[in-house]
């Protein structure tokens, strides 16, 4: 069996094959600084676009940079901002997102980012300025210990200590980014490392000793997954974000379809399969579909592939997929059996997993199966009610899905409105929602909007990138708009206004009484078309339903620069179905309550 495997396998593109692909020819240099060969080596690994703010720490590498036209900085307002534009270019390009930013709290404010994009597993490289070498350590101005504070929330961390280990650190940072489970890397560059003189050779990517993440699964553990889902009665296909690329997701849908296995996902793996099939459940989880939870819990096969069975996936864990086998394919061993055990676990990429185990399944009968599962979507249907003259959320998405006919790259922010796009947006192609799935970042929405619009502007194949954002996080850094509005990018930002941090809301009407506290933001809401107009964007509002097709339709044909839609919406809306906390996922609530 394994030889048969080895001779068949075929090799993953290497990337997409519709991006360009630009690498600068690099010519070596002699007694150059230190930031003269890190400005290098970046056009060496073939970076067009790097985001960040510059310093007294980084100023010498700013100064290099100004003689470098073919990288592109994009100046942002926060370096909150720029990791999370960097991680929205990676996840829709696939290459590493690069950020620059100086010492003490411009490293410090770049956490937040590096936290988001590890949580998600999305690959950036993080500049950070520091103090000279031997100034480290003495509390001098704008001095943190920045790889000490962003260890645990990094795949790995450098500290360059001499101009000469420059170039290959780099290279090294970026195979360790990307490799295995994609990830941030924090590179720390004292100020006199980057003025010191050393010379310049190209190289290529260094693969790091030590480092070899798994590619290629087991063979006997993927003859026994095989066999598993050919005797299954009632599979059930759970996909998460390690499916996204579009090779890993067009297997996916070759073993559902030609198997008839019904397919859920995870927020991060929306897209992976497209929402408008027959065997598509809907998204799982907290805010998941009746047809899908419910699935989980009565199937006696789990296929999980690139998904971890986080808590908002599985509810209570005693009670999660009682009946069901489970079998686990996933790059990274550490979350094979970490929160429900696992009958075969299968570690590697999940698109080489897929190409052995495809062709060793047997289609098997699962009429019944199937039968179930239609009338449970048919009963418990995602539904909302219509209000004349309200303007409703849940029909605000549903037009942008149509408008876009599904083709767009969807950004959200976190709260309800992030849910609801996942639950009406009807999502055709692979990488087209980026979001924060695991940390839960508000403020994430706008730059990372920002980043995907300029990996774009970098496409053969342009998509339209839209922002659906709260008013609540939309205020932590829509900053970014001004950044926007310099560059000309043109991301369509959708303000979802109903004057609360509501998912906290509905949390407080639905398990605290009713009792409001802190939640509410009428009142103190500024008019978000004005300010988008002050910040060089354009400016729309709806504010009656009638008005939501044909402004969603003007703002589509924007193409100059940043629009800003004020969506006020009813200010109460909840999102449902809802697992409460600590319920096991086939106790849904369906309908609103102010209960303890």
């Given at each position: 069996?394994?030889?048969?495997?080895?001779?068949?396998?075929p090799?993953?593109?290497?990337?997409?094959?519709?991006?360009?692909?630009?690498?600068?020819k690099?010519?070596?240099?002699?007694?150059?600084?230190?930031?003269?060969?890190?400005?290098?080596?970046?056009?060496?690994?073939?970076?067009?676009?790097?985001?960040?703010?510059?310093?007294?720490?980084?100023?010498?590498?700013?100064?290099?940079?100004?003689?470098?036209?073919?990288?592109?900085?994009?100046?942002?307002?926060?370096?909150?901002?720029?990791?999370?534009?960097?991680?929205?270019?990676?996840?829709?390009?696939?290459?590493?997102?690069?950020?620059?930013?100086?010492?003490?709290?411009?490293a410090?404010?770049s956490?937040?980012?590096?936290?988001?994009?590890?949580?998600?597993?999305?690959?950036?490289?993080?500049?950070?300025?520091?103090?000279?070498?031997?100034?480290?350590?003495?509390?001098?101005?704008?001095?943190?210990?920045?790889?000490?504070?962003?260890?645990?929330?990094?795949?790995?961390?450098?500290?360059?200590?001499?101009?000469?280990?420059?170039?290959?650190?780099?290279?090294?940072?970026f195979?360790?980014?990307?490799?295995?489970?994609?990830?941030?890397?924090?590179?720390?560059?004292?100020?006199?490392?980057?003025?010191?003189?050393?010379?310049?050779?190209?190289?290529?990517?260094?693969?790091?000793?030590?480092?070899?993440?798994?590619?290629?699964?087991?063979?006997?553990?993927?003859?026994?997954?095989?066999?598993?889902?050919?005797?299954?009665?009632?599979?059930?296909?759970?996909?998460?974000?390690?499916?996204?690329?579009?090779?890993?997701?067009?297997?996916?849908?070759?073993?559902?379809?030609?198997n008839?296995?019904?397919?859920?996902?995870?927020?991060?793996?929306?897209?992976?399969?497209?929402?408008?099939?027959?065997?598509w459940?809907?998204m799982?989880?907290?805010?998941?579909?009746?047809?899908?939870?419910?699935?989980?819990?009565?199937?006696?096969?789990?296929?999980?592939?690139?998904?971890?069975?986080?808590?908002?996936?599985?509810?209570?864990?005693?009670?999660?997929?009682p009946?069901?086998?489970?079998?686990?394919?996933?790059?990274?061993?550490?979350?094979?059996?970490?929160?429900?055990?696992?009958?075969?676990?299968?570690?590697?990429?999940?698109?080489?997993?897929?190409?052995?185990?495809?062709?060793?399944?047997?289609?098997?009968?699962?009429?019944?199966?199937?039968?179930?599962?239609?009338?449970?979507?048919?009963?418990?249907?995602?539904?909302?009610?219509?209000?004349?003259?309200?303007?409703?959320?849940?029909?605000?998405?549903?037009?942008?899905?149509?408008?876009?006919?599904?083709?767009?790259?969807?950004?959200?922010?976190?709260?309800?409105?992030?849910?609801?796009?996942?639950?009406?947006?009807?999502?055709?192609?692979?990488k087209?929602?980026?979001?924060?799935?695991?940390?839960?970042?508000?403020?994430?929405?706008?730059?990372?909007?920002?980043?995907?619009?300029?990996?774009?502007?970098?496409s053969?194949?342009?998509?339209?990138?839209?922002?659906?954002?709260?008013?609540?996080?939309?205020?932590?850094?829509?900053?970014?708009?001004?950044?926007?509005?310099?560059?000309?990018?043109?991301?369509?930002?959708?303000?979802?206004?109903?004057?609360?941090?509501?998912?906290?809301?509905?949390?407080q009407?639905?398990?605290?009484?009713?009792?409001?506290?802190?939640?509410?933001?009428?009142?103190?809401?500024?008019d978000?078309?004005?300010?988008?107009?002050?910040?060089?964007?354009?400016?729309l509002?709806?504010?009656?339903?009638?008005?939501?097709?044909?402004?969603?339709?003007?703002?589509?044909?924007?193409?100059?620069?940043?629009?800003?839609?004020?969506?006020?919406?009813?200010?109460?809306?909840?999102?449902?179905?809802?697992?409460?906390?600590?319920?096991?996922?086939?106790?849904?609530?369906?309908?609103?309550?102010?209960?303890?």
């Open positions: 069996m394994s030889a048969e495997i080895a001779t068949r396998m090799e993953a593109p290497a990337r997409e094959p519709s991006r360009k692909t630009r690498r600068v690099v010519e070596p240099g002699y007694d150059l600084k230190g930031s003269d060969v890190l400005v290098r080596t970046l056009l060496e690994l073939g970076v067009e676009t790097i985001f960040g703010i510059p310093g007294g720490a980084i100023i010498d590498l700013c100064d290099v940079t100004g003689r470098y036209p073919e990288l592109n900085w994009i100046l942002t307002k926060h370096e909150q901002g720029a990791v999370h534009a960097a991680d929205g270019y990676a996840r829709v390009t696939g290459k590493v997102g690069v950020v620059l930013v100086t010492s003490g709290p411009g410090t404010n956490v937040t980012g590096i936290a988001t994009a590890f949580m998600d597993s999305s690959p950036v490289v993080v500049l950070t300025g520091q103090v000279p070498l031997r100034m480290i350590g003495n509390e001098a101005f704008q001095e943190v210990d920045t790889i000490g504070i962003t260890r645990p929330i990094t795949k790995h961390g450098f500290l360059l200590k001499s101009a000469g280990e420059v170039a290959d650190t780099l290279r090294k940072a195979y360790i980014a990307r490799a295995g489970r994609p990830g941030p890397v924090v590179v720390d560059m004292p100020k006199d490392v980057l003025a010191d003189r050393t010379d310049y050779e190209p190289g290529e990517e260094i693969v790091v000793r030590g480092y070899k993440p798994k590619i290629f699964g087991h063979a006997h553990q993927i003859s026994r997954a095989a066999e598993r889902i050919s005797r299954a009665k009632r599979p059930v296909l759970y996909i998460g974000g390690g499916v996204q690329k579009p090779e890993a997701a067009e297997l996916v849908r070759r073993l559902a379809i030609d008839n296995i019904p397919v859920t996902s995870t927020l991060m793996g929306l897209g992976a399969f497209p929402t408008d099939h027959p065997l459940l809907g799982l989880g907290m805010h998941g579909t009746w047809a899908a939870n419910m699935a989980m819990q009565h199937a006696d096969l789990i296929i999980a592939i690139g998904a971890r069975f986080d808590d908002r996936v599985t509810g209570r864990l005693e009670e999660f997929a009946n069901a086998e489970i079998v686990h394919i996933d790059i990274d061993s550490s979350v094979i059996g970490k929160n429900v055990p696992v009958d075969v676990p299968i570690v590697g990429d999940a698109y080489h997993v897929l190409v052995d185990l495809v062709p060793l399944v047997q289609p098997a009968d699962h009429k019944e199966w199937l039968e179930e599962i239609a009338e449970w979507q048919r009963k418990h249907p995602l539904r909302y009610r219509r209000e004349p003259g309200v303007v409703k959320p849940q029909y605000v998405v549903e037009q942008l899905s149509e408008v876009t006919d599904g083709d767009a790259i969807m950004v959200t922010d976190v709260g309800q409105h992030q849910m609801w796009v996942a639950q009406y947006y009807r999502f055709k192609h692979p087209s929602i980026v979001t924060s799935g695991g940390l839960g970042t508000m403020g994430f929405g706008v730059p990372a909007a920002m980043g995907a619009t300029v990996a774009q502007k970098e053969e194949h342009a998509r339209p990138v839209v922002a659906v954002v709260g008013d609540g996080g939309f205020q932590m850094t829509f900053a970014e708009i001004i950044t926007a509005a310099a560059y000309n990018l043109p991301v369509k930002v959708f303000v979802i206004n109903n004057g609360y941090l509501g998912m906290v809301r509905q949390w009407q639905l398990f605290y009484s009713c009792r409001y506290v802190k939640t509410a933001l009428y009142g103190a809401n500024p978000f078309a004005k300010v988008a107009e002050a910040f060089g964007a354009r400016g509002v709806i504010s009656k339903p009638e008005e939501v097709r044909p402004v969603i339709e003007e703002a589509m044909k924007v193409d100059d620069g940043p629009v800003v839609v004020d969506v006020r919406v009813r200010a109460d809306e909840n999102v449902f179905p809802m697992v409460p906390a600590g319920a096991a996922l086939h106790e849904m609530i369906e309908e609103e309550s102010c209960g303890e």
